[in-house]
């Protein structure tokens, strides 16, 4: 063996047992981390019930029906210092976790999937996070992200629906109803909307920094303000998509 090899290959094997080593430590760390993890999974008759509501601090909140005659709350929580207590009050379901933590610092991430029937009125809100809702038919969808997240509000058919976040996207596809009220609110972030050929509906919009871009929704009835950024408010007929 050349004695000019020997250090590179001494080199070498450092660096693979170091890589070893790191490894090693990975896989013993993954258990103690997935251990720290709380799983939480309860379920609620609802009878009478017509409403989720859920203040959440941080992490996916997921909200989907199904054809059960119950609530159904599963999350995952990041800290094991958190405390998250589903409740059944008087009109639905009630999951505080910014009431249940208050003072406590930071709990870390709190990740829900939900799932109730789908006439359940649903109200979201959590400060970091993605919301998504499927599936839901009833008197009011509400989406409120106070900073960073994106809303997805899929299969929708409500009179009353609200999204709005700091920083994301925002997604709706649903039905729009005669005299309803929508409200879509984006700081920074694209809001995509996507409702069957033949809805009609009132539309005011703004945007503090772009542009606004409607594609084929575009007509002779718009009435431009702010170089763009604004339009006034007008009945549109959508008759082609």
């Known amino acids: 063996m050349s004695m000019r090899t020997l250090p590179a290959r001494l080199h070498s094997f450092r660096a693979f047992r170091l890589f070893v080593v790191m490894v090693i430590a990975a896989l013993a760390i993954s258990p103690v981390l997935a251990a720290a993890q709380k799983q939480l999974s309860k379920r609620f008759p609802a009878g009478k019930s017509v409403r989720l509501v859920i203040r959440n601090i941080s992490g996916k909140v997921t909200v989907e029906s199904w054809d059960r005659s119950e609530v159904k709350v599963s999350a995952t929580i990041e800290s094991p210092s958190a405390t998250v207590v589903p409740k059944q009050v008087s009109d639905g379901v009630l999951v505080d976790v910014m009431g249940d933590n208050r003072g406590r610092g930071d709990v870390g991430n709190v ?22 809702i499927n599936n839901i038919r009833s008197k009011a969808v509400r989406a409120h992200i106070t900073a960073d997240g994106d809303i997805e ?3 929708i058919v409500s009179p009353n629906v609200f999204a709005q976040n700091m920083t994301g996207n925002i997604f709706f596809d649903g039905e729009v109803s005669r005299g309803g009220s929508y409200q879509f609110q984006a700081g920074k972030g694209d809001i995509s909307i996507r409702i069957p050929a033949n809805s ?26 702010g170089e763009g950024k604004k339009f006034s408010k007008t009945v549109v007929e959508v008759n082609d998509g």
């Open 153 to 155: 509000l899929i299969g």
């Open 200 to 225: 009609s509906f009132d539309l005011s919009a703004s945007a503090p920094d772009k542009r606004l871009a409607l594609g084929q929704f575009w007509n002779s009835g718009f009435r431009t303000l």
């Open 111 to 132: 990740n829900f999937r939900i799932q109730v029937p789908a006439n359940f009125s649903v109200d979201i809100a959590t400060i970091n996070g993605d919301i998504t």
